[in-house]
């Protein structure tokens, strides 16, 4: 994992909300952002607050072991 702080806002970037956010009861949570290196990750409650990077395959292996509990 790459712990960043993000050197910008993340507005340059196309986020997307989890498929399990509430946004029709404020219960929001997470949205991911891609780039060809980096995978961005920030909390949906709090746009600009702190986001990290983390690496594609990271991301990808957290997913899968997330899918599983």
Same mark, same amino acid.
Request: with cysteine; charged share 15%.
């Given at each position: 994992?790459?712990?960043?702080?993000?050197?910008?806002?993340?507005?340059?970037l196309?986020w997307? $909300?989890?498929? !399990?956010? @509430?946004?029709?009861?404020?219960? @929001?949570?997470?949205?991911?952002?891609?780039? #060809?290196?980096?995978?961005? &990750?920030? @909390?949906? $409650?709090?746009?600009?607050? #702190?986001?990290?990077? &983390?690496? #594609?395959?990271?991301?990808? @292996?957290? &997913?899968? !072991?997330?899918?599983?509990?």
């Open positions: 994992m790459i712990r960043n702080a993000s050197t910008g806002n993340g507005s340059e196309t997307f $909300k989890s498929s !399990y956010s @509430d946004s029709s009861n404020g219960h @929001d949570c997470v949205e991911v952002a891609t780039t #060809p290196h980096t995978v961005h &990750v920030r @909390d949906s $409650k709090n746009v600009p607050g #702190p986001l990290f990077t &983390v690496a #594609p395959g990271a991301w990808s @292996d957290f &997913v899968t !072991y997330a899918a599983k509990h």
